[in-house]
């Protein structure tokens, strides 16, 4: 009988060691993956600081002279001037495209200037001269004195000519803002100086109605591409953007 309680006894030591060790193997799996997790979803910076290196002039292969980079700061020089953009400027994008993203970006804008944040944008210009023409917009302009800040849903903040922002936080022309965009799975939202300011739902019913109803229904394919480019807008006026990084989602 003693020999036989002995034996119960350490079958269920041994059982129990055996449940932990599988235990603490899952915490040690589950651990790993979350770690591996984390860190492919950092953020990224898009720009090293010093060159463009990973941005090209969109339908191009380099990007034009007038876009510099000067200590951790995107200027676009837009004193000479090429019809309604810069004379070696153009809307530049990113190298690789991006699917369910999260987006920061700051930027400033000159004294009546205009510049923009484009996403999902579709790099084909057989079918689109420009980068607003296959991907949306959040709008970068001063309020006070450009021309579309007198028209709803173009204002600094507003899913361009789509939909306008909750609330006015934008701050003026020369002081830094703050904008994120995070697309993912067909939910949009944008966030202007940390404050939530849209919120909407890509591709439904309800996304095509919006693009009936603006100018972009000119383009057949606006804001259908659920991948595409990041792009920043050459619209002929002297724009600052730092601090450009995003992550995948």
């Not at 041994?14 to 979803?41: Q, R, V, Y």
């Not at 944008?121 to 309020?143: C, I, R």
């Not at 019913?205 to 050459?234: C, R, V």
Request: hydrophobic share 35%; proline share 1%.
């Amino acid at each position: 009988m003693r020999k036989l309680i002995f034996a119960l006894m350490i079958g269920m030591a041994a059982s129990a060691c055996n449940s932990s060790a599988t235990k603490e193997a899952k915490e040690g799996l589950d651990t790993a993956a979350i770690m591996k997790d984390t860190a492919a979803t950092e953020f990224k910076s898009l720009f090293d600081g010093k060159t463009t290196n990973g941005w090209h002039t969109y339908g191009k292969k380099t990007i034009g002279s007038a876009w510099k980079m000067d200590n951790g700061v995107l200027h676009l020089d837009a004193s000479e001037k090429n019809d309604w953009q810069t004379l070696n400027g153009g809307d530049i994008v990113s190298d690789e495209e991006y699917e369910n993203f999260h987006l920061k970006a700051e930027w400033k804008i000159s004294r009546a200037g205009n510049s923009g944040i484009m996403f999902y944008v579709h790099e084909d210009t057989t079918k689109f001269k420009y980068a607003w023409q296959s991907g949306m917009e959040t709008q970068v302009a001063d309020n006070k004195e450009n021309e579309d800040g007198k028209l709803i849903r173009h204002r600094a903040g507003d899913l361009y000519d789509l939909m306008s922002i909750s609330k006015e936080v934008v701050k003026p022309a020369g002081e830094w803002n703050k904008t994120e965009v995070v697309a993912n799975n067909g939910k949009l939202e944008i966030l202007v100086n940390d404050q939530k300011v849209l919120t909407t739902t890509l591709w439904d019913e309800n996304w095509k109605k919006m693009i009936a109803g603006s100018k972009f229904k000119e383009w057949p394919g606006f804001g259908t591409y659920k991948k595409g480019h990041i792009a920043l807008q050459d619209h002929g006026a002297d724009v600052w953007f730092r601090n450009v990084e995003i992550k995948r989602l």
